[in-house]
């Protein structure tokens, strides 16, 4: 292949192709192929205090009570590398590596470098924090209608589904944590996806393979023909014409001039995740010996644009079936979680500020005694009200970001008996840099 340009861009491109986070990146290409390279880097320390539900010192990095919690921690978030190689533009492939994590206290010591495999985890999509893999690869064909744009693909890739999760990147969030409603159900596997892109629909749909170890507790003896089942999930985001469009969805405009909504709603269905475990008196865990477990998510998300201010409100429901194989099931669970979150752009020479507020509570329905839990870094508490408070410095919009946070959580639920007062909160500080490239 003969190289006719080698030039850094900045310009946007669509990186999961038809949607997907926007991304800087280096090009090369020939009359026939096109590879672009880029990447993701968000370092991030925070200094947390909180308390279990009976008030003693408690580690939200770890999830263990711990009285000598080192007063910072730096690790970082995410670490990814981007590579899209595409054949006459409608034909292609896109392979993401991520080592997220690194330097996180609750990685183990051999997993706080760039190494390793998740070939001992389900469908190649888990591993220790903090080690090298695949987060996605796929291929994918490209196919017009007019002014419609369709693609097909095959693959390891997240659903487009829950909009926290797998809709819009990291790098786009207005805060730099994730919100409540990423703990409802998403799902990175393998499987085969479809999307659509027109100026005012975006549509797609996944069957992948369901979110537990495909297999693992199919064939026992006591249950000798129960069978793993698949994901399935659609997702269609609506926009207005002329003042009304939104072209991409995002979190944040960086202070854009413009006006806009978007409109998201999306469902999904895990059908027969083969689980086993013994279950927890509150909470959806499974009974022993196997179970088949059912959960059907649906969520509808606002976005809204106007000059300076992002605003964004979200809400997604889970219902969680039990099937024992013997004896009685688990009771089915509804769980819920919101949030509504707004920030204001205000250019200031060369740079952006942008102050921002965000709202939400969650019921998981979990047990008495919740504390705030290892989540996702400490990005949000279980079964709770949190209030997230922060300050984005844009040096060179998405692409290079300071971002300073505050956020309190408190649970929802009793201590560990109903008749008991819960002291379980949580008060956070964060500082992360981000740089898209």
Known sequence: MIIKSLAPTLAVIAWYTLSGPAVSAVTVSDSDWQLSVGGLLQGRVDSARSKDDAGNSYDIDTGSDDSKAAPLDFFLRRARLYFKATYHQDTGVVIILRADGVGHPANSSTAKGISGTDAATPNGTTAATGTTLIQQGFVFQKFHTGAVDHQVQIGLDYAFHNRQTNVVSSADNLLPNYAMPAQLLNNRSAGVGYRLNSDFVTFGADVQNNSAAEGSTSNTAAAPNKSQGLWYSG???LTGPGALRIARDTETFVGAQG??????LDVADNVNARTGGAPAAGTDANPAPNNSQS????????????????ALAEERWDRVKNQADTGPSAATVHKQAWDVQAGYAIPLNSVVLEPALRYERADFKDAPGTVYGLNNYGDY???????????????????????????NWKSLYPGTTAATDNKATASIFRLQQQLVF
């Open 235 to 237: 997702r269609i985001e």
């Open 259 to 264: 006006t806009g909504l978007r409109l998201g």
């Open 295 to 310: 959960t059907l998510d649906y969520g509808v998300d606002l976005l809204g644009h106007w000059d300076g201010l992002s």
């Open 381 to 407: 508490g279980n079964s709770g009200k949190q209030i997230d408070v922060g300050v984005n410095v844009y040096w060179a919009g998405t692409r290079s970001k300071t971002s300073i946070e505050y956020s």
